[in-house]
């Protein structure tokens, strides 16, 4: 079972930039496929970004273009460099781990994840 730890998260204003990390321990990094879902006040978590075992990535609308996952199996870490920040992304983020994905495939469904980061906040200024 792993276990994940968000971290990198605070108060930027709109227009900046922020990375956020998650590091996993107790398990085999490698044969999960990765992914960051955030969650606002009064709103559902959505999903943000998703990494294959591979390396392939699969994005939001909402964030194409302007956030970047990847991941450094060596150190069991995921990263999100999130920029051109906009108040709309304000929100929890949370990194989780899917342990039944193919090689090759991702997920953006919530309940498709196994084990979740405890959040770190993100707030963007106007």
């Known amino acids: 079972q792993v276990q994940l730890v968000d971290s990198g998260g605070g108060l930027v204003q709109a227009g900046g930039s922020l990375r956020l990390s998650c590091a996993a321990s107790g398990g085999t990094f490698s044969s999960y496929a990765m992914g960051w879902f955030r969650q606002a006040p009064g709103k559902e978590r959505e999903f943000v970004a998703a990494?294959?075992?591979?390396?392939?990535?699969h994005y939001a609308d909402s964030v194409k273009g302007r956030f970047t996952i990847s991941r450094h199996n060596a150190i069991n870490s995921v990263y999100l460099q999130m920029n051109s920040l906009k108040p709309e992304d304000t929100a929890v983020y949370h990194c989780?781990?899917?342990?039944?994905?193919?090689?090759?495939?991702?997920?953006?469904?919530?309940?498709?994840?196994?084990?979740w980061g405890q959040g770190t906040q993100v707030t963007v200024s106007s």
């Open positions: 990494i294959s075992r591979s390396g392939g990535t």
């Open positions: 989780a781990a899917d342990e039944k994905r193919s090689y090759y495939a991702v997920s953006d469904t919530l309940s498709e994840y196994d084990y």
